[in-house]
Nanobody
């Protein structure tokens, strides 16, 4: 299971940290990541962590502003800094029993809304 939280309203330039509580699997076996969906748009993969070597990857739209991390208690995080109005979306954490996330992951948490005002 995955459960994201931490969303809310923030002004442009602000920061939010999204935690995702996970259970039923370990980060050593599952790749994990964050996706988002803005109104009228498709899901966008924004960041992921490989279970093979803990390497991270970011979409160009968030690179340098967002940081993905995980802890030993099976919680995944997304630190979002310098937020922009275009970051407004529902954010989801996701996982798959694979070394890296490719395509659509098998397991999804419920989304958490992030709204950035200008």
């Amino acid at each position: 299971q995955l459960q994201a939280s931490g969303g809310g309203w923030v002004q442009a330039g602000g920061s939010l940290r999204l935690p995702c509580l996970t259970s039923g699997f370990t980060f050593d076996e599952y790749a994990v990541g964050w996706f988002r969906q803005a109104p009228g748009r498709q899901h966008e993969g924004i960041s992921c962590i490989s279970c093979a070597d803990r390497s991270t990857d970011y979409a160009d739209s968030v690179k340098g502003r967002f940081t993905i991390s995980r802890d030993d208690a099976n919680t995944l995080y997304l630190q979002m800094n310098s937020l922009k109005p275009e970051d407004t979306a529902v954010y989801y954490c996701a996982a798959d029993n694979a070394p890296v996330l490719i395509g659509t992951p098998s397991y999804w948490g419920q989304g958490t809304q992030v709204t950035v005002s200008s």
